[in-house]
């Protein structure tokens, strides 16, 4: 007689794997011979190794509905079940201890994400936790109160099925788009897609020749000069349009736009006034040629191309040059250098408490898979850990 799980997950990154620690744990626990993960990769948790550069930006101090986007009501439930596990301290309880720094992102004390994973999996291992990779997943049906899960020709018996195959980012990672399908053929339907936390083209005149070079800054995107999302944060400047933090985080508010751009403000600590004082003293010395006028304010390639757009030599004019430096977007770079995918998985038809499909019963999807993403900082790894707990509580009849 074939082997009856009690839970298949689909998909060993964050969401699946804390998913299986919790359908392990407590005084509901399942057995690890009952708990099937099916990893299409020949290894779990590679995007998991990956976050923080390497580093496991695992969460963020700074929390709340703000960070994230998708269903308003779905997002403000999912913030009061982070509020009642406390993934802080759940992490910790599992031997994960955190260190915070002043923008609130939180790594482990290590700094290495992959000390996460090892963690993890030791627990995962320690629970006979069966994980089978090299197994993508291609259909799932439902038979009575059985679900069969299709790897080829291989078939899978499950009594709940966990969906944690991601979206449609960071194709490298296997997460190439195609989960979605598993679960449309039951009805749900899926958002427009959209890469978030990607680097964005821009017009390249103005930056011409600064490639390489990196400025803290405060950027805005526009749409029809209408005012779409700030960031302040690292900006990075590329041959082909502008990278780092401030643009992953704002990067999925132009996705859909058009005649979109961005103003970067430069100097964001000083006020315009204060701006205007240092370019005046600048200038009243001698030795100071206009070419050189920004070469100690900011890096110096990068202050010529700023004096070059401004409108005159007065220290006003330069003055707003240095706040208002106007890039034209062209796009964005594709699903294979985004970090996360903006949109999914429609929420409507999701319990929001547990997970659930409100379509199949015993279907669970979480993480990537939906229709919620979040701000650069830990806040999608949150969100992905956070839903794969919640799925086991439920399946657990907790």
């Known amino acids: 007689m074939q082997k009856i799980y009690n839970s298949i997950i689909i998909g060993g990154g964050a969401s699946g794997l804390l998913c299986a620690v919790e359908l392990l744990s407590g005084d509901n626990h399942f057995k690890g011979e009952d708990v099937l993960i099916l990893e299409r ?9 990956a976050t923080g550069n390497g580093q496991g930006n695992l969460m963020n101090q700074n929390f709340g509905a703000n960070f994230y986007y998708g269903d308003k009501a779905f997002i403000d439930q999912f913030i009061e079940l982070e509020k009642q596990i406390n993934l802080k301290k759940y992490l910790a309880d599992l031997g ?8 609130g992102k939180t790594y482990p004390l290590s700094k290495q994400a992959s000390a996460v994973l090892d963690l ?3 627990f995962l291992a320690y629970k006979n936790c069966q994980i089978l990779t090299s197994k993508k997943v291609d259909k799932i049906s439902k038979n009575n109160d059985l679900f069969e899960v299709y790897v080829g020709t291989e078939k899978y018996l499950a009594k709940t099925v966990v969906v944690s195959a991601g979206g449609s980012a960071g194709k490298h990672f296997g997460t190439d788009g195609s989960a979605y399908s598993l679960v449309e053929k039951f009805g749900h339907k899926k958002t427009a897609l959209y890469p978030s936390l990607v ?3 821009t017009q390249t005149n103005q930056i011409k020749g600064l490639k390489g070079l990196k400025e803290r800054a405060k950027v805005s995107s526009y749409s029809k000069d209408k005012l779409l999302m700030t960031a302040e944060g690292d900006l990075l400047f590329t041959d082909y349009g502008v990278s780092g933090s401030a643009i992953f985080s704002l990067s999925a508010s ?8 961005l103003i970067v403000e430069f100097l964001p600590n000083l006020s315009r006034s204060q701006v205007e004082d240092i370019i005046r003293e600048r200038q009243s010395k001698p030795y ?16 010529q191309q700023v004096l070059k757009s401004a409108k005159s030599t007065k220290p006003s004019d330069i003055a707003y040059a240095i706040k208002n430096f106007r890039l034209n977007v062209l796009g964005s770079l594709d699903f294979s250098y985004a ?14 408490k547990t997970y659930q499909s409100k379509i199949v019963k015993g279907l669970y999807m979480v993480g990537e898979i939906l229709d919620v993403d979040g701000d650069c900082g830990g806040y999608n790894l949150t969100f992905a850990f956070v839903s794969g707990i919640v799925s086991a509580k439920s399946i657990k009849g907790e």
Not at 254 to 261: L, R, S
């Open 199 to 201: 680097q964005l083209k």
């Open 120 to 122: 993890l999996r030791a």
């Open 96 to 103: 994960i201890y955190q260190t915070s720094g002043s923008d």
């Open 254 to 261: 132009v996705a859909d736009k058009e005649g979109a751009y």
């Open 41 to 49: 990769n020949d290894r779990v948790g590679k995007k998991l190794i």
């Open 288 to 303: 100071i040629s206009q070419e050189e006028l920004l070469s100690s304010v900011l890096n110096k390639k990068i202050g």
């Open 339 to 352: 970090q996360v995918t903006r949109g999914g998985i429609k929420t409507d038809k999701i319990d929001a």
